[in-house]
Each structure stands twice: as C-alpha cells, then as structure tokens.
C-alpha cells in the first residue's frame, strides 16, 4: 500500500522558514535583491522536455560510449558538461577548476575461470560471477571450507550475528542477499520489507571481510535481491572500479562474488542441507552452520589499471551566503563499452544515468535566469563510479570541495521518470529528514501527493549517491515520480513501457526511446528546483528526524 502524507506534515520551521528583512536591516546593508514570485515561476516554467531530451541523447549516444570512468566517454561527458555550465553562466566549484580528481583502479578479472566445489565445475557468467576487489594479479581460494551464515549479519541494536562463536579465518562465506525482515515480512524485526543497510550486498563483503574470512559468496534470488540475474552478470563482471589505496585493499576477502540459487541448491544438498529449511533457520535468529566438507577452488587472473576519473562540480555563488551551499547531485557515469559481446557492446545508459545527469543541467539554468542570485549557494555534482560502488560520492563525502557543516542539504537525481506524469511523489527514505517537508510543500503546488518508497525491500535509499552524504550527516533527499499514473493514457503507457524498464536496467536495451514521455521528469524537476529556492533564501537548516539511523 502507498502511505501518503498530506499538508499535517509540513512544520512550523518550514512554513515560517523564509527570512524576512526589516527596514533596520536594509539601512544595515543587509537586505540582498530578491526575486518576485513572477520571476521564480518564469524559471520553475523554463524546465521543459525539449531541452531535457536533447541532453540525454547526447550523453546517451553511441559516441559516448557508456560513460565508463576513465574511458574516453568521460572526457566527452565532462566536456559536455563544461560547455554547458559555462553557457549558462556557473563558475568553476574547486577553485579554478569544475573538475576534482578521483584516483581510481581497475580490476578486470578474466572470464577464464572455475568455481570447483564438490567435484564439479561451475562456468562464470551463468553459474557464478566471481571476483577479488584486492588490488593484485592473482588471488585463489585453495579447498577453502564453506560456511553458510545466513544473512551475514552483525548487527548489535538488533541483537542479531551470524558470525557469533564462529572463526572464518581461511574459510569462504556463503551469505543470503537481503535481511531477515525482508524473510519474514515482520515489521517488528529490522525493519520489516524494508531493506536496511544491512541488507546490502557491499555490507555482506565488508563484514566477512573483518570477520576475516578468505571468501565470501552470495546467493543470488530475484525478488530479495530486487534484480535478476543479468543485473549481476552484466554489472559484476569487466573492469571493477575500485579507490587507489596503499594496503592494495588487502583487507578484503581474496575472492568475492555472487551464485545463482540452482547452485546454491546443489550446494545445500551436497552439503546434506535443505537449502529453504536454512533460509527459513536463518531468518529467525543469529545462525550460521557448517557445509559438511565442501570446500571451493578458484584463480582470479586480475588486469591492474591505474587512472584518475573524475567528479565535475559548479557553482552559482550567493549573494549573502555564499560560503553556505545546496547540494544537487546526479552520476554522470554508467558501464561503458563490452568488446567481447557481438552485435551491440555499448551500455548506453540513458536512464540510468542520463536523465539525472541532463536534469543537473537544466535545474541549474532554472537558476540562472533569475534576475537575482539566490542568497546561498546553488551547487551542481555529477558525480564518478556511482555503478562501481558509489565511488565518486564516497571520495567527495570524504574530501569535500565545501565543507560538510556549510552543506544544506542534497537533493539526488538518479533514473528520472520516462514514463509520464504521477499524481504522487515517492519518497526513497521517507521519514528520514525534514526536506520532506519541503517536498510536501512544492508537491502541494502541483496537486500532488507525497506517498513512501514504492520498493522499500529494495533498500534503494541505500543505493545512490545521496547516500555518501547522508553518511557524513548532511540530509538528503532522493525522491520521483511515483506509481500513481496521472490520467488512463499515462497508465497504458506504463503497462507498455514499465516491463521494458525493468529489463533494461543495466542492460545494453538502456537507451533513449521516443516512445519516452519525460513530462513527468520535469515535474520532479521543478519540485526540486522549488525546493532550492526555498533552502536558499532562508536561514533553516533541515535536520534529521529523531528516528533515522543518520541522526544516532
């Protein structure tokens, strides 16, 4: 069911939220030029499809070629986006320069390998896809013993751990994708369908990584995983993207990756286990269990790359408060080009991410044609390696061109609406921080309600670069047009397109399609660019709600 929330949830703070500039003030020489509700609406209607189409298909085009860090598809997208933020009049966002540097390294494990348990060869690609994020030519595991630890969880708050009195040193974990609310549908137990962080699959590397574990492999199912097979095959296999580091990430697992659940199946049964009975075990409390003596063999054959990519950052100064900065943020990047396929090689990536990249582009030229610069900063990201494992977002929270307690908030775009107007607005994290109130309010403008994440099992609030910032504490918002299709002709266009959607995401069919209908994107857009407005010219600073894992 979509929850909605109506106007009760707007708060005093953001209705009284403007500043108001007494005559005291204006002899002081404080009051800065504003902008009439004349002009805002001037450039809130100067967001259209025209232009938005035209910036996605130029960043989707085959000349683009996928948008791969460190390719020469980046240095045409930062170029494009140069020439454009120039054009409309931003400034360079890192000093002199639009550009920060990203040092990166590719690791490209050869297809050429074997998964070897109990006496039987498993293929890469259709069985497996294996991998080692260790920044070195070759890593195996040797006969190492399998342990089955459910969710792979260590989560104290919730009294749950797999791991508990059990050493992994030298053995490979086998892990379920998801968290054990998903399992059961209990709202009581995590948080229910909705996945938290935990249910992540960079958390599960990263936790059998400290428990220290040799490898670490999960199991892939569809619906707790939220993608089919292909997402993994096609987003886990060429060049991984990985931060330059001087341990050479040796404090990762040697080997990590994914199995289909056939192969788990075989495994469980090898193993004289029933693969769902310890799903079902492993749902109900911390677990974990011995896989008899099966024990996997493999060699990772890594292609070592080292290179800069990088994030793009630009500016449009405050006239007051031009050291306080919105944050807008998109990924630029997308999976590039793969010459072992035949026929089409290139990952277009036109939703993901074009839409957000060219929605960067075309909010910020809404701000520009105001005949007034805001009083804070308005601040434009786009963002590297988001595909990689949100690397370009997770270097800048970590090396911010403008410091985290001068950042407002963020507001992410990410795979925009293409498939016509909502009459509501989902919300990924709703209840997270007071920007939704802010969404409220500009959603109210348009006839629009607010309703919470459509797939909350998908835990997508942890899946795109807001949540880098969100990490480092300033609010983020990430929110879309949402399932309530506006009149019946958008909902038959739905039934045609969403099906497509879904099957090109991170697909080679991610490309721009004039059966497309992105009336429903620059709606979104504008309640972005309304809710900007509104951050910039008032002295709130949206805070966390007193029950979001960001404020503990």
Not at 3 to 21: D, N, R
Not at 313 to 328: R, S, V
Not at 440 to 445: L, P, V
Not at 518 to 524: N, Q, S
Request: charged share 20%; hydrophobic share 40%; with cysteine.
């Amino acid at each position: 069911m979509i929850k909605k929330i109506g106007l009760s949830l707007l708060s005093a703070t953001v209705l009284i939220g403007c500043v108001t500039i007494t005559s005291d003030d204006a002899a002081k020489g404080n009051a800065s030029p504003q902008n009439s509700a004349q002009e805002i609406s001037t450039s809130y209607d100067s967001i259209n499809t025209t232009q938005l189409i035209d910036h996605v298909k130029v960043l989707s085009s085959d000349k683009f070629g996928g948008r791969a860090p460190s390719s020469e598809g980046e240095k045409l997208t930062l170029d494009y986006l140069t020439e454009q933020f120039t054009a409309i009049g931003f400034k360079p966002g890192n000093g002199d320069s639009f550009l920060q540097e990203v040092p990166l390294v590719s690791i490209e494990a050869s297809s050429n390998m074997t998964l070897a348990i109990g006496g039987k060869n498993y293929q890469h690609g259709t069985d497996m896809v294996m991998g080692s994020a260790r920044i070195s030519e070759l890593e195996q595991l040797k006969d190492s013993e399998l342990v089955f630890v459910g969710y792979g969880v260590n989560a104290p708050e919730y009294n749950w751990n797999d791991y508990e009195g059990l050493d992994v040193k030298g053995k490979t974990v086998v892990i379920l994708v998801n968290d054990p609310g998903f399992a059961t549908q209990d709202p009581a137990l995590f948080t229910g369908n909705a996945m938290t962080y935990y249910g992540r699959w960079t958390y599960k590397y990263e936790e059998a990584s400290r428990q220290g574990a040799e490898g670490a492999i999960i199991i892939h199912e569809t619906a707790p995983a939220s993608y089919g097979w292909s997402v993994v095959k096609n987003s886990w296999t060429g060049p991984q993207f990985s931060f330059q580091r001087d341990d050479l990430n040796k404090d990762r697992v040697a080997v990590e990756g994914w199995i289909n659940s056939t192969v788990a199946n075989e495994l469980f049964e090898k193993a004289g286990l029933d693969f769902n009975k310890m799903k079902a075990r492993a749902a109900q409390g911390s677990f974990n269990i011995d896989m008899g003596n099966l024990g996997a063999s493999i060699t990772i054959k890594n292609t070592i790359k080292k290179s800069i990519s990088y994030n793009f950052i630009a500016t449009l100064p405050g006239q007051k408060k031009a050291d306080e900065h919105i944050l807008y943020s998109a990924h630029w990047d997308h999976l590039g080009t793969d010459l072992t396929k035949k026929g089409d090689q290139i990952y277009n990536g036109a939703r993901d991410n074009a839409t957000g990249t060219a929605a960067l582009i075309e909010v910020a030229e809404a701000f520009a044609k105001l005949p007034n610069t805001p009083e804070r900063s308005i601040t434009f990201l786009a963002v590297t390696a988001e595909e990689q494992g949100l690397l370009g977002s997770k270097f800048y929270a970590a090396n911010p061109v403008i410091p985290t307690a001068k950042t407002v908030a963020n507001i992410n775009m990410d795979a925009l609406n293409v498939n016509g107007k909502s009459k509501d607005v989902a919300v990924y994290g709703l209840g997270q921080s007071e920007l939704d109130n802010f969404l409220t309010k500009a959603a109210i403008k348009q006839s629009r309600e607010i309703s919470g994440d459509p797939r909350p099992a998908a835990g997508i609030y942890y899946r795109s670069d807001h949540f880098a910032f969100a990490n480092v504490g300033i609010p983020a918002l990430y929110a879309k047009g949402g399932a309530i299709p506006a009149d019946e002709a958008t909902a038959a266009l739905r039934a045609k397109l969403d099906p497509i959607l879904g099957k090109c995401y991170h697909g080679l069919c991610d490309e721009y399609s004039e059966e497309w209908d992105l009336t429903g994107a620059v709606e979104d857009m504008q309640l972005f660019f309304e809710i900007g407005i509104e951050l910039s010219k008032s002295d709130v600073w949206p805070q966390w709600s007193k029950t979001s894992e960001f404020t503990r």
